[in-house]
């Protein structure tokens, strides 16, 4: 069984920070780009942070500056540090990653954790 398994939601105040965290779990060989999405509601899911294999980030234009993404090969996870937290980054966050399996690779997402600042 092959599975990202997120947590690390929850609720804050605006200013303040959480961290998320995305592992692969199951029997995988290695792990290629792995990104953070968003989805607010009645929204499209919408790009958040992204980082290679070789460590090359992109973010959001709306986080950038506030939101950190990184990455742990050795425990195969991925990190979402947010700071700054605002009123309008209220949303499910998704981890996904492209997994290497013993034959081939396969793009798989996380069940959602809830991120909700308060005002």
């Known amino acids: 069984q092959v599975q990202l398994v997120e947590s690390g939601g929850g609720l804050v105040q605006a200013g303040g920070s959480l961290r998320l965290s995305c592992a692969a779990s199951?029997?995988?060989?290695?792990?290629?780009?792995m990104g953070w999405y968003r989805q607010a509601p009645g929204e499209q899911r919408e790009l958040v942070a992204s980082?290679?294999?070789?460590?090359?980030?992109n973010y959001a234009d709306s986080v950038k500056g506030r939101f950190t993404i990184s990455r742990d090969n050795a425990k195969n996870t991925v990190y979402l540090q947010m700071n700054s937290l605002k009123p309008e980054d209220t949303a499910v966050y998704y981890c996904?990653?492209?997994?290497?399996?013993?034959?081939?690779?396969?793009?798989?997402w996380g069940q959602g954790t809830q991120v909700t600042v308060s005002s």
């Open positions: 199951g029997t995988i060989s290695g792990i290629n780009a």
């Open positions: 996904n990653a492209d997994l290497l399996l013993s034959y081939g690779k396969l793009n798989y």
């Open positions: 980082i290679t294999s070789g460590a090359t980030t």
